[in-house]
C-alpha cells in the first residue's frame, strides 16, 4: 500500500512517518508532498491508496487539494493531520469526502485506531 503525505513542514512530514512506522503500518510505501500542487501531481503518477494532508499551508491549502482531486475525479481515500480542528473544520472536511481528521498532537495509538481498519 502506498501512502503520500503532505505537509509544507519536511520536520512534520518525518513525524507523520515516524508515527506511522510506530504504530505498525512501517511495511507501507510512503511518498512525500510539499504542497498541494506537488500533492496533486503525486496523485497522478503515484497512484498513492491513502492521501494524509495537512489543512493549512501556502499556495493551496489540504481541503483546496481534496476538492481539486474529487473533482478531477480522484476517489483516493484522504484524511487530514492538522494542528485545528472545529466543528465547522469537521464538518468541511467530511462534506469534501475526507475520512477523518487527527489533530496534533498525536501518537502511535491515534494513528493505529483511525488507521488500523484502512491499513490493517
Known amino acids: ?18 508515527t506511522l512506522r510506530q504504530a ?3 511495511d507501507h510505501d510512503v511518498v512525500e508532498a510539499t504542497d498541494g500542487q506537488h500533492a496533486h501531481e503525486v496523485v497522478q503518477a503515484e497512484k498513492p491508496d491513502l492521501v494524509l494532508s495537512d489543512w493549512n ?16 475525479g480522484t476517489n483516493t481515500p484522504f484524511a487530514f493531520v492538522t494542528s485545528e480542528s472545529s466543528d465547522e473544520m469537521q464538518k468541511i472536511a467530511e ?26
Do not use: H, N, W
Open 57 to 72: 499551508r501556502p499556495g493551496m491549502t489540504g481541503i483546496e487539494l481534496l476538492r481539486a482531486l474529487r473533482s478531477s
Open 24 to 26: 505498525g503500518f512501517g
Open 95 to 120: 462534506d469534501g469526502g475526507a475520512m477523518f481528521l487527527i489533530t496534533k498532537p498525536f501518537s502511535a495509538d491515534t494513528f493505529r485506531e483511525r488507521f488500523d481498519s484502512i491499513l490493517g
Open 1 to 18: 500500500m502506498k501512502i503520500l503525505v503532505v505537509d509544507d513542514s519536511r520536520v512534520m512530514r518525518q513525524i507523520v512517518i515516524r
